[in-house]
């Protein structure tokens, strides 16, 4: 504190900043004090005002807000990841002084209006970036406050942070092709389709998410594109492919938007940035690994023209409800599990994606059966993993206490990573854990304190890990070698 009113921190050089920060000490100590861990979060606070470029705005803001001072210490002390958001965007607390910040996060709908009416101030793309890198980085701290606060469980995040990615895509996405039209036309009648994945596939979406995506695009039989510089298909939607990735990830001085991860497109790594219609449905009929189709049973079309989204998802459902022969899926998942067990392999029971019986092997039950059973009960189909779970049990494909422990092992495991992700992100140290952090994760999860939690996680895993050795593990071992399978 010494350091602070001594002006060595540019935050409070001047003597205005000092005089305020005097005023809201007593409070700011006293809400320190009312936190699980006292000692974080006025180390947190430290560390705030040591990268703070000004201070007099800020302080002025305690002065005028006192309920301010108590979300602070709560951020500092039980959330560094927020605290470090804070960091670099203090202007986030304008956000927290708005009539509606506390009320449920907008849906989709009211999420298009926000964005329209804000975007309406923009002159060009870098400013459609910018506006709307702002409006997303306010919006993800709206929701990780609420799940501080305890307004919504980590789980119930995918949603409203999934609605957010939506709706943040579709305007981007039209701005960016507007801007490349001008150079280069639009191919009539045709157009790139958005198709999400994984996480952001299956609404499951926590702070810090990559968005996996796949980019298809129909150009209705012409040869080229229609403008000024015209292009030829391929050319044409991977260089909008690559502009809407750009603009999505591109640096602002509010961060970035998202990152974007293109490993799941037909062929991985190797494959095209955007495919065609035609050499997607193709790829899925002809060539796709079974893990490839595992994937698909998370696709969803976020952003296309009419035509090819029915199209699209006429395509999705045939390659997922083709016949298949059961012992060569089942031996084809199992050894793909065995491969990133050997690769990714966690015995912290942190890691709740890797850990077995975690995420991983739950999604994987999931997919497995939705992929043996889909051509008969095509009803069983659907992107977000609990939804599948719910659907199988009802058609009778999973047994009742199967289905409940991978239900429960589904409702800890993403309380437990939204509650991780929210305050570390991904590089997480179980020592760094405070009595806050501690307190906030077995909150989150329903449990009495961190050591039940900890009982319950070993209890959990175990009971959903037993499942996936009964459905697919145990089976593979007794089904013939690939090359003689049926």
């Known amino acids: 504190m010494r350091k602070w009113h001594t002006g060595r921190y540019r935050a409070t050089r001047s003597t205005r900043a000092r005089e305020l920060l005097t005023e809201v000490m007593p409070a700011l100590l006293e809400a320190f004090s009312k936190t699980l861990n006292p000692d974080a979060a006025l180390i947190g606070f430290d560390r705030f005002l040591a990268g703070l470029p000004a201070g007099v705005q800020l302080f002025s803001l305690f002065y005028s807000n006192p ?15 927020l605290a470090e958001t804070l960091g ?30 804000a975007l309406g101030q923009a002159r060009d793309l870098q400013d459609v970036i910018a506006i709307l890198c702002r409006r997303v980085n306010d919006r993800f701290f709206q929701i990780g406050v609420h799940v501080l606060r305890g307004h919504l469980h980590p789980e119930e995040a995918g949603r409203p942070l999934s609605d957010l990615a939506d709706a943040a895509m579709r ?21 790139m389709a958005v198709v999400a994945l994984g ?58 938007m998202y990152e974007v991860d293109m490993r799941l497109r037909p062929s991985g790594n190797a494959g095209p940035i955007a495919s065609s219609l035609e050499s997607l449905a193709r790829y899925h009929r002809d060539n796709a690994w079974s893990w490839e189709h595992m994937a698909l049973t998370r696709a969803r079309v976020v952003i296309a023209p009419d035509g090819l989204r029915a199209a699209l998802e006429e395509t999705f459902r045939g390659a997922l409800t083709r016949e298949r022969d059961p012992d060569r899926l089942v031996t084809d998942v199992a050894d793909m599990r065995a491969r990133m067990a050997r ?22 039950v999931a997919q497995y059966l939705q992929l043996r059973h889909g051509h008969e009960h095509p009803e ?22 199967d289905t409940a422990a991978l239900l429960d092992a589904m409702h800890l495991w993403r309380n437990v990573q939204g509650v991780l992700r929210l305050s570390f992100g991904e590089g997480f140290d179980n020592n760094a854990l405070s009595e806050g952090s501690r307190a906030l994760l077995a909150r989150a999860c329903g449990a009495a304190d961190y050591d039940a939690l900890r009982t319950t996680i070993d209890d959990t895993a175990r009971r959903a890990h037993a499942v996936f050795h009964a459905l697919i593990e145990g089976p593979a071992a007794a089904s013939p070698p690939p090359e003689k399978a049926g």
């Open 380 to 401: 069983v189909l659907a992107a977000n993993t609990t939804d599948a779970l719910v659907r199988l049990r009802d058609a009778g494909l999973l047994g009742e206490e």
């Open 67 to 81: 309920a301010l001072l108590t979300l602070v210490a709560e951020i500092m002390g039980s959330a560094p990841r």
């Open 199 to 256: 996480k952001a596939g299956g609404r499951e979406l926590t702070i810090g998410s990559d968005l996996d995506l796949l980019f298809v695009y129909d150009a209705k039989g012409a040869d080229h594109s229609d403008g000024a510089r015209p292009l030829v298909p391929i050319q044409y939607f991977t260089r909008l492919a690559q502009r809407f990735i750009g603009a999505l990830t591109a640096p602002t001085g509010e961060g970035s």
């Open 343 to 364: 690769e990714r392999g966690s015995t912290n029971i942190w890691d709740v994606k890797n850990l077995r019986g975690g995420l991983v092997d739950i999604e994987f």
């Open 171 to 191: 305007r981007l996405l039209a701005a960016v092709e507007d801007e490349f039209a001008e150079r280069h036309g639009r191919f009539p009648g045709g157009g």
């Open 88 to 117: 670099r965007q203090p202007i986030l607390f304008d956000a927290v002084l708005t009539a509606d910040f506390f009320e449920e996060p907008p849906d989709a709908a009211a999420l298009a209006e926000e964005f329209d009416a």
